[in-house]
């Protein structure tokens, strides 16, 4: 008799259990608004960046925070000083994202993955979307650095705004 009733018990608590569980709150689109798109000020180039001591992967990462943008699909790496002038700046501009910094040059871009090169003209970079670099930026184990031939280095850590900016842009 305990037997029939365990079986009843557990008969009628998994198919109530497998219910709830699906269950979900499906989100609906609201009405979307028209949006006026807002003009982006261009962003002027931070101060020539120091030269780096040690290994990309033993440097400490630079002070700051990414800081995502929704509306003009802009993420930027701020740092904790009152000029608030970004040391990088990934922006979704058509079917490329460009990379702003003080870079004036071609810049090794150093990842967990291995090692690219970035050809910088005038303080920006383009890079097509489905671009591999972009993903290794992306997917890199904690931090990416940033290396001009002359010595100025950039190491960042990797956080979701950098994905976002690459998701929403493709």
């Given at each position: 008799?305990?037997?029939?009733?365990?079986?009843?018990?557990?008969?009628?608590?998994?198919?109530?259990?497998?219910a709830?569980?699906?269950?979900?709150?499906?989100?609906?689109?609201?009405?979307?608004?028209?949006?006026?798109?807002?003009?982006?000020?261009?962003?002027?180039?931070?101060?020539?960046?120091?030269?780096?001591?040690k290994?990309?992967?033993?440097?400490?990462?630079?002070?700051?925070?990414?800081r995502?943008?929704?509306?003009?699909?802009?993420?930027?790496?701020?740092?904790?000083?009152?000029?608030?002038?970004?040391?990088?700046?990934?922006?979704?501009?058509?079917?490329?994202?460009?990379?702003?910094?003080?870079?004036?040059?071609?810049?090794?871009?150093?990842?967990?993955?291995?090692?690219?090169?970035?050809?910088?003209?005038?303080?920006?970079?383009?890079?097509?979307?489905?671009?591999?670099?972009?993903?290794?930026?992306?997917?890199?184990?904690?931090?990416?650095?940033?290396?001009?031939?002359?010595?100025?280095?950039?190491?960042l850590?990797?956080?979701?705004?950098?994905?976002?900016?690459?998701?929403?842009?493709r």
């Amino acid at each position: 008799m305990k037997r029939r009733r365990m079986w009843t018990q557990f008969g009628l608590a998994a198919p109530l259990m497998l219910a709830v569980a699906g269950c979900a709150a499906v989100p609906r689109p609201d009405v979307p608004t028209p949006s006026v798109p807002k003009a982006v000020a261009p962003m002027l180039p931070p101060a020539p960046l120091p030269a780096p001591g040690k290994s990309w992967e033993e440097r400490t990462v630079d002070a700051g925070a990414w800081r995502y943008d929704a509306a003009s699909r802009t993420a930027a790496f701020i740092p904790p000083t009152s000029s608030g002038k970004p040391l990088l700046t990934m922006a979704c501009s058509g079917n490329a994202i460009r990379m702003t910094s003080a870079f004036l040059s071609d810049v090794s871009l150093r990842t967990s993955a291995g090692t690219d090169q970035i050809r910088f003209d005038g303080g920006s970079a383009s890079l097509p979307v489905r671009d591999p670099r972009l993903d290794r930026i992306a997917f890199s184990r904690g931090r990416f650095a940033l290396e001009t031939p002359g010595g100025g280095a950039l190491t960042l850590p990797v956080q979701s705004e950098i994905g976002r900016v690459i998701e929403d842009c493709r």
